[in-house]
C-alpha cells in the first residue's frame, strides 16, 4: 500500500491550525496517511506549543519538531522532508482546510501516477513568456471548475505541495528545496522550474477538494523582502539559459530618457524591450558611430555642423532612419560590375587569410559577379589585388562592424539593387552554409535551393520585436546560417515586405554586441532569418476577404460591392439578408453563400473552416459591411498579411466590424467559438493581435476629445508558443 506523509509549517497561528486539522480529521485513521510531521517555526504562542505538544502525546501519526529560531519556510521545509518515509510527501501551510478528505486522497495518489505529472497543488499560475520570469508577468490561473479535473501550470502555490518523496535528492531525485530563498518567498517557484527542467510538469486540483485563505504582502519590508527572493530566484535560473546581456550601453542616458527603468530590478532587459520596439536603442557612442557629425549632450542631439538641437525621438525621425545610415556607412570603394549582368552574388568577409580561399573556389566553378562586403577599417587589400589579378567583375564595400553578417549584407543588396540590373542574387557569408557553393557550380544548384539539414522549428525564446511584425505559429519554420540563392524579384517581394522592413530597421540601430543564448530574446540576428523564412513561406499566399452581412435591397448590393472594391485578394459574402437571388458575374464576389437569417457564428464561421483550404491563404480579413469605406486600404492589408490585426482598438477594447486573422488560428479560433464562454476580444488579446487604429477618449472639465491615431509600437510582449 502506497503511503502519504503529511508535513506543515507553524508559527503562531493556533486558530488557524485548529480549523486546518479540524478539516483533516479523516486523516488521522486513514491507513495510507502514514505520519503527520509539524515544525513549529520559532513561536512565542504558548498555547500553540501546548497545542502542538498534546497533539504529539495523544495521537500515534503525529511527531513535532520545535526549533527556537524562525528557520524561515524553505529550510523548514527542508528540514520536514527530509524526517519523510511515506512514499508521497504532502506539504501543507498550517491554514489550507481539506474540503473533501477522501476525494483529495484518490485525486492525490492518481494525479501523482498520471505521466510526467511530478507535483500537485491547489493553486498555482504561469509564466507566459517562459524563461523571461518577471513578477509582474506571471498570471494567475483559476482551478478547474470540476474536483476530477487537473489544470497544467508553470508554478503551484507553496501552500500546498504534493509529490512523490523519491524525487527529492536525499532520496536518490533530482529535486530539492534550495535554501536559499530563506526567510521565505521565491522557494515554491524555484521547486517548479526544477521540475520544468528535468521534463516534469506542475498541476493543480479542481475546485471542492482543498481551500485556503491568502496572506497580505502589502507591508513595505514585505514587498522588499519578496524583490529581494525574486532577484535571486532570476539570478540562479538566468545564469542557467546562458550568459546575461552583452552589449555597450550608457545607463545614464536610458535613465535620463526612460525614468520608469528606475523601478525595474533589470534595467537593462527593459532597455531592450523597450528600445528595440520603439527604435530607441542605442547610446551616445552609437549616435556618434553611425551618424559622423552629431553628439549627444544633455538630453538632447546636437548636429554639429548646424548646431541644431534636437530631441531623441526628433533626431531618430529626421535624420536616424535606415536609408541615411546605410547612405552614411556603407561605403563603395571600387565597383567594377556591369550595368547588367545575370547573378550578383554579395560576399560578406571578416577574415582576411580565409576570404582568398573561398574565392578561389567560387572563382574556379564559374565566371561570377560578385559584392565584396568588409567590416569598416580591416584592410582587405590583398584580396581585392587577387580579385583584380583574375580580371574578376567585383565591386568592394565597406560598413561598420555588427558582430552578425546580415545587417551588411542587406545593406549592401538595397544599394546595389538601384545601381544594376541582374536576375538572380545569392547572399552569403563564412557564417553560413556556404560548402555547397563552394563545390558545385551555381548552375547545377536549383534556385531556392536550401539545406534541409539546417531547417529549424519557431521555438519559444522570441524577441518581443519579431512578434511585434508577426504572428507567430508553432509549426513555422525557418532556415538558420542559410545561403540566400533566390531570383531577384523574390527577393525583392522579401525586402520590400513589411515584417523584413521593420524589424531591418530596429536591427540597423543595434551596432554593439548582445545575445542571450537559449533566452526569452533573441538575437537581432535570429530575428531577422526568422522574418525572412516566414516571408518566403507565407509571401506567395493570398488574402480572403470574409464578409458577413445583410443584403436586403438593391442599394446594399451597391454599397457591398464598392466596400469590396477597395480590398485586394479574393471576396467571400456571406448574405444574411432578404435579397439571396444576386447576379454573381457581375458582382464582383468569388464566393457567395446564401444562408438563413437566424444562422449563428458559430454556423457561420464552420462554413469557412469547411469551405476553403486555408493552408493556401496567409490570413482571413473579417468584414461586416457596416461603414462605407471611402479610403484604399492596401495599408491596412499590408499588415494584416502578416499580423493578427484588429481594425480599430477603442479605449483598450478591440472593436469587431473590421478585422483580420491569420490562417493558421482560423480552425483554433472556430474551436473556441464552440464554448459558451468564448470571448472574441479576449481570444484576439491572446494571439496577440495589434490595432490598426487607436480610439482615445479624454475627459476634460469642459470637453470630452476623442483622438484617433494609428497604431505604431507598445512595451510588446514575448509570445509563448504551446
Request: aromatic share 14%; hydrophobic share 35%; charged share 30%.
Amino acid at each position: 500500500m502506497e503511503t502519504i506523509s503529511i508535513v506543515m509549517l507553524t508559527w503562531n497561528n493556533l486558530e488557524k491550525f485548529l480549523r486546518s486539522m479540524s478539516s483533516m480529521f479523516l486523516f488521522l485513521t486513514e491507513d495510507r496517511i502514514k505520519e503527520f510531521i509539524i515544525l513549529d517555526n520559532g513561536s512565542h504562542q504558548v498555547d500553540l506549543k501546548n497545542y502542538l505538544r498534546k497533539l504529539e502525546r495523544e495521537i500515534r501519526k503525529v511527531k513535532v519538531i520545535f526549533s527556537d529560531v524562525n528557520l524561515g519556510i524553505a529550510k523548514g521545509r527542508k528540514l520536514l522532508y527530509d524526517c519523510c518515509s511515506g512514499d508521497y510527501i504532502a506539504s501543507f501551510d498550517s491554514d489550507i482546510v481539506i474540503l473533501n478528505p477522501g476525494l483529495f486522497i484518490q485525486a492525490f495518489l492518481k494525479s501523482l501516477n498520471m505521466p510526467q505529472i511530478m507535483l500537485i497543488g491547489g493553486g498555482g499560475g504561469d509564466h507566459p513568456f517562459f524563461p523571461s520570469m518577471e513578477r509582474e508577468n506571471i498570471i494567475n490561473r483559476d482551478s478547474p471548475e470540476k474536483p476530477e479535473e487537473l489544470r497544467i501550470v508553470d508554478e503551484v502555490a507553496g501552500w500546498f505541495h504534493g509529490f512523490k518523496r523519491s524525487i527529492l535528492k536525499k532520496f536518490g531525485g533530482p529535486i530539492e528545496m534550495d535554501e536559499r530563498f530563506t526567510p521565505f518567498w521565491a522557494e515554491d517557484s524555484d521547486l517548479c522550474v526544477q521540475i520544468k527542467m528535468v521534463g516534469g510538469k506542475c498541476a493543480i486540483f479542481g475546485k471542492g477538494i482543498v481551500a485556503h485563505q491568502w496572506s497580505s504582502c502589502d507591508k513595505k519590508d514585505t514587498q522588499k523582502t519578496l524583490e529581494q527572493m525574486w532577484n535571486k530566484f532570476q539570478d540562479k535560473w538566468y545564469s542557467k539559459f546562458g550568459p546575461d546581456f552583452q552589449f555597450d550601453i550608457n545607463d545614464d542616458f536610458y535613465r535620463e530618457n526612460y525614468p520608469d527603468s528606475k523601478k525595474i530590478i533589470r534595467p537593462k532587459e527593459h532597455y531592450l524591450k523597450i528600445g528595440t520596439i520603439q527604435r530607441n536603442f542605442y547610446s551616445p557612442t552609437v549616435i556618434t558611430e553611425l551618424m559622423d557629425g552629431f553628439r549627444y549632450e544633455s538630453g538632447m542631439v546636437i548636429s554639429e555642423e548646424s548646431d541644431e538641437k534636437l530631441t531623441l525621438i526628433a533626431f531618430r525621425d529626421k535624420y536616424f532612419t535606415n536609408e541615411n545610415i546605410i547612405e552614411k556607412n556603407l561605403v563603395i570603394t571600387q565597383n567594377r560590375l556591369p550595368d547588367s549582368f545575370d547573378t550578383l552574388i554579395i560576399l560578406y568577409l571578416e577574415d582576411v587569410y580565409s576570404s582568398i580561399d573561398i574565392l578561389k573556389k567560387l572563382i574556379s566553378l564559374q565566371k561570377v559577379y560578385i559584392h565584396i562586403q568588409t567590416p569598416k577599417g580591416v584592410n582587405f587589400g590583398n584580396v581585392l589585388e587577387f580579385l583584380s589579378r583574375y580580371e574578376t567583375s567585383f565591386s568592394h564595400g565597406t560598413f561598420p562592424h555588427y558582430h552578425f553578417d546580415l545587417i551588411p549584407l542587406f545593406s549592401s543588396y538595397y544599394v546595389l539593387r538601384k545601381k544594376h540590373q541582374f536576375k538572380n542574387i545569392l547572399i552569403m557569408s563564412p557564417a553560413r552554409n556556404i560548402e555547397k557553393f563552394l563545390e558545385t557550380s551555381m548552375k547545377d544548384i536549383p534556385i531556392g535551393y536550401q539545406d534541409e539539414n539546417f531547417i529549424s522549428k519557431i521555438d519559444n525564446y522570441c524577441l518581443s520585436i519579431l512578434n511585434e511584425s508577426i504572428t507567430l505559429e508553432k509549426n513555422m519554420t525557418w532556415y538558420k546560417n542559410c545561403v540566400y540563392w533566390m531570383e531577384r524579384k523574390k527577393m525583392d517581394i522579401i525586402v520590400d515586405s513589411r515584417p523584413f522592413r521593420e524589424m531591418f530597421n530596429r536591427c540597423l540601430f543595434l551596432p554593439k554586441k548582445y545575445h542571450i543564448v537559449n533566452s526569452p530574446r533573441c538575437s537581432p540576428k535570429d530575428a531577422l532569418e526568422r522574418v525572412i523564412g516566414f516571408v518566403q513561406m507565407e509571401g506567395k499566399k493570398k488574402q480572403l476577404v470574409f464578409t458577413i452581412c445583410h443584403i436586403d435591397t438593391e442599394d446594399d448590393l451597391e454599397e457591398l460591392k464598392e466596400n469590396l472594391s477597395k480590398f485586394q485578394g479574393e471576396r467571400a459574402v456571406v448574405n444574411l439578408g432578404e435579397m439571396k437571388n444576386i447576379n454573381l458575374r457581375d458582382s464582383g464576389f468569388d464566393y457567395y453563400f446564401p444562408v438563413p437569417s437566424n444562422m449563428d457564428d458559430k454556423e457561420i464561421f464552420k462554413l469557412l473552416s469547411g469551405h476553403f483550404k486555408l493552408e493556401n491563404y496567409s490570413n482571413i480579413i473579417f468584414w461586416d459591411n457596416s461603414y462605407k469605406i471611402i479610403g484604399d486600404m492596401s495599408s491596412f492589408q499590408e499588415k494584416a498579411k502578416w499580423k493578427s490585426t484588429v481594425f480599430l482598438r477603442t479605449n483598450g477594447e478591440f472593436q469587431d466590424f473590421l478585422y483580420s486573422v491569420m490562417s493558421s488560428q482560423i480552425v483554433s479560433m472556430v474551436t473556441e467559438m464552440q464554448k459558451e464562454d468564448f470571448k472574441w476580444s479576449e481570444w484576439m488579446k491572446k494571439t496577440n493581435a495589434v490595432p490598426y487604429w487607436e480610439e482615445r477618449e479624454e475627459e476634460t472639465e469642459d470637453e470630452i476629445i476623442i483622438n484617433f491615431k494609428p497604431y505604431d509600437f507598445d512595451y510588446g510582449e514575448d509570445y509563448p508558443l504551446e
